[in-house]
């Protein structure tokens, strides 16, 4: 049986979540916390460990930022699946920079949560289609052959470790001391090498290659 624990500031939600996952084969709510200060507490205090933590982002005290990469130091060994009503990239890099394996909007079908648990379970990760799977998959096998295989230039190894924050393509630009279309061209390239077309792709590129990590 999987042990799940919920992170939620809103009660009736995560009540909600817990009578939904306790109704799929496989997998049992331990208990609900409303934050991230409540989850550490909980953790040091008690001996049975979860396989994964349900994670919202928006919380008060200690946020999902937070708290994913309080886990992701102290607790590797637990799968962090973002549970959440942010929907954006900014958002989703983020949580994988701070070591989520997972990804979630709570506007989803109940059997898409079934879903999504059973393949972080099964595969060690789990993000939507716009998260381009396939580069997840090579970051969570150490697959390098892909990067080998691909010829990046220095400025575009720069361009992606600032695709990996929140500055916007302007600030990138300032930052690379270049205008914000040289920096749509550096964009535009990598797009065509990787074959993809998302900034968030992009992230897990740079993650993949070792600009940043979520080991």
């Not at 749509?184 to 998302?198: A, C, G, M, N, Q």
Request: hydrophobic fraction near 40%.
């Amino acid at each position: 049986m999987n042990k799940v624990v919920i992170v939620d500031d809103h009660l009736l939600i995560a009540k909600a979540i817990t009578s939904i996952i306790n109704d799929f084969d496989g997998f049992e709510v331990l208990y609900e916390v409303e934050n991230g200060k409540k989850l550490t507490e909980r953790f040091k205090s008690e001996q049975l460990i979860p396989d994964i933590v349900l994670l919202d982002i928006s919380m008060p005290v200690m946020d999902g930022y937070e708290t994913a990469e309080w886990l992701h130091k102290n607790h590797p060994s637990v799968k962090v699946m973002a549970l959440t009503m942010n929907n954006d990239e900014t958002s989703l890099v983020k949580m994988i920079r701070n070591g989520a394996k997972g990804y979630l909007h709570k506007n989803i079908h109940p059997m898409e949560l079934h879903n999504g648990l059973t393949k972080l379970i099964e595969t060690g990760f789990y993000f939507p289609d716009w998260a381009t799977t396939s580069l997840v998959r090579n970051i969570t096998s150490g697959n390098d052959t892909a990067s080998d295989e691909i010829s990046i230039s220095a400025r575009e190894k720069e361009f992606l470790k600032f695709s990996c924050t929140e500055l916007t393509y302007k600030e990138i630009g300032e930052k690379m001391f270049c205008s914000p279309r040289t920096v749509e061209s550096y964009r535009d390239s990598l797009f065509e090498k990787l074959h993809v077309k998302t900034r968030v792709a992009l992230a897990l590129y740079s993650v993949k290659i070792g600009l940043h990590s979520v080991d």
